[in-house]
C-alpha cells in the first residue's frame, strides 16, 4: 500500500471510530460526549476529503476502496452502540438503529458472498446519502446526550412556541431521533436495491 494523504485520512477514520467509544472510558460527561462529537465530526469530514482527493490527485487505490467502506460502517455502529446506551435504550432510537445495523450487516454479507462480483453492486447516490443522514443524525444526537448532563439554561419559549418544560438537550434528542429515523428509511431503501440488484447472481445453475 502507498500511504498517500486520501489513504492515510480513511486509515485515521477507522482509528477514530473505536475512539469515538474510547472517550466515555477515559473522560468524564459531558466532556466525553462532546469530545466524542468532535471526534466524530472530524472523521466524518475526512469520509469527504479522501476520496475527493484520490479523485483529484488521480490517487485512486484498491487499498483505499476496500477500506472507506469499513471505515464508514466502524464509525456508524460504534456510535449507535454508544449512543442507544447513554439514551437508555430509547425505544424510538432503538427501531431505527437495529434497521441501520442489519443493513449493514446484510450488505456487508451480502457483498462477501458475492466476492469478485461485489464490484457490479455500484455505490449510488442515494447511498451516500443515506451515509450523510447517518452521519449528521449521530452527531446531533451525540449533541443531545452531552445537553443532558449540563445545567443549560432552557430556551425562552414565549416567542418561538415551545412548550413549556423543553430543554436544548430535549430539542437537539428529537432533532436527532427524526434524523436517524431519515437515516433509517434511506438505509432501507438502498439495501433492498442491493439486494434487488444480486437476485440474478443468487440464482442457482439450472
Same mark, same amino acid.
Given at each position: 500500500?502507498?500511504?498517500?494523504?486520501?489513504?492515510?485520512?480513511?486509515?485515521?477514520?477507522?482509528?477514530?471510530?473505536?475512539? /469515538?467509544? @474510547?472517550? &466515555?472510558?477515559? !473522560?468524564? =460527561?459531558?466532556? *466525553?460526549? !462532546?469530545? #466524542?462529537?468532535?471526534? &466524530?465530526?472530524?472523521?466524518?469530514?475526512?469520509?469527504?476529503?479522501?476520496?475527493?482527493?484520490?479523485?483529484?490527485?488521480?490517487?485512486?487505490?484498491?487499498?483505499?476502496?476496500?477500506?472507506?467502506? @469499513?471505515?464508514?460502517?466502524?464509525?456508524?455502529?460504534?456510535?449507535?452502540?454508544?449512543?442507544?446506551?447513554? +439514551?437508555?435504550? +430509547?425505544?424510538?432510537?432503538?427501531?431505527?438503529?437495529?434497521?441501520?445495523? &442489519?443493513?449493514?450487516? !446484510?450488505?456487508?454479507?451480502? =457483498?462477501?458472498?458475492?466476492?469478485?462480483?461485489?464490484?457490479?453492486?455500484?455505490?449510488?447516490?442515494?447511498?451516500?446519502?443515506?451515509?450523510?443522514?447517518?452521519?449528521? #443524525? @449521530?452527531?446531533?444526537? !451525540?449533541?443531545?446526550?452531552?445537553?443532558?448532563?449540563?445545567?443549560?439554561?432552557?430556551?425562552?419559549?414565549?416567542?418561538?412556541?415551545?412548550?413549556?418544560?423543553?430543554?436544548?438537550?430535549?430539542?437537539?434528542?428529537? *432533532?436527532?431521533? &427524526?434524523?436517524?429515523? /431519515? *437515516?433509517?428509511?434511506?438505509?432501507?431503501?438502498?439495501?433492498?436495491?442491493?439486494? =434487488?440488484?444480486?437476485?440474478?447472481?443468487?440464482?442457482?445453475?439450472?
Amino acid at each position: 500500500m502507498v500511504w498517500t494523504l486520501p489513504n492515510t485520512l480513511t486509515v485515521l477514520r477507522l482509528l477514530a471510530a473505536p475512539g /469515538v467509544a @474510547i472517550m &466515555f472510558l477515559y !473522560f468524564t =460527561r459531558p466532556w *466525553a460526549d !462532546f469530545l #466524542a462529537l468532535t471526534l &466524530f465530526i472530524g472523521a466524518a469530514i475526512t469520509d469527504y476529503f479522501d476520496g475527493y482527493l484520490a479523485r483529484l490527485w488521480k490517487q485512486e487505490s484498491r487499498f483505499g476502496a476496500m477500506l472507506d467502506p @469499513i471505515a464508514d460502517k466502524a464509525m456508524v455502529v460504534i456510535a449507535i452502540m454508544v449512543i442507544t446506551g447513554y +439514551n437508555g435504550m +430509547n425505544p424510538w432510537l432503538i427501531l431505527p438503529a437495529t434497521v441501520i445495523l &442489519f443493513r449493514e450487516v !446484510f450488505v456487508s454479507g451480502l =457483498r462477501e458472498y458475492l466476492g469478485s462480483k461485489a464490484g457490479l453492486l455500484k455505490v449510488t447516490k442515494l447511498a451516500k446519502w443515506k451515509t450523510t443522514a447517518q452521519m449528521v #443524525a @449521530i452527531a446531533v444526537l !451525540f449533541l443531545g446526550t452531552g445537553l443532558a448532563v449540563m445545567d443549560v439554561p432552557p430556551p425562552r419559549v414565549g416567542r418561538v412556541g415551545l412548550p413549556p418544560g423543553t430543554t436544548w438537550a430535549g430539542l437537539a434528542t428529537w *432533532a436527532g431521533l &427524526f434524523l436517524i429515523w /431519515v *437515516a433509517a428509511i434511506l438505509t432501507a431503501i438502498t439495501g433492498w436495491d442491493y439486494f =434487488r440488484k444480486s437476485l440474478p447472481f443468487l440464482k442457482d445453475a439450472p
